[in-house]
């Protein structure tokens, strides 16, 4: 999940949890406090198969309103 805010304060967070049961425990990957905005957000599952091997990854974009900057992560789920 992203979020643009947390407790009232503006920042970045992503945070893994389990799907069937979102009630249960989650861990932040991305916990960053700051003072702007974002929008224009997506996330992907992105799979690929290399030398016989499947590597798993999730793309993160989002753009920061105010200063106009279109930032991509690009977490490796194996880490």
Known sequence: MLSNKKEQKLGYYLIAMDINDPGDSHQYLINWTNKLDIASSDMYHMVEHQDGERKESLVVSY???????????VFDLAT
Do not use: P, R
């Open 63 to 73: 753009k920061s309103v105010g200063i106009n900057t279109f930032n991509v992560f």
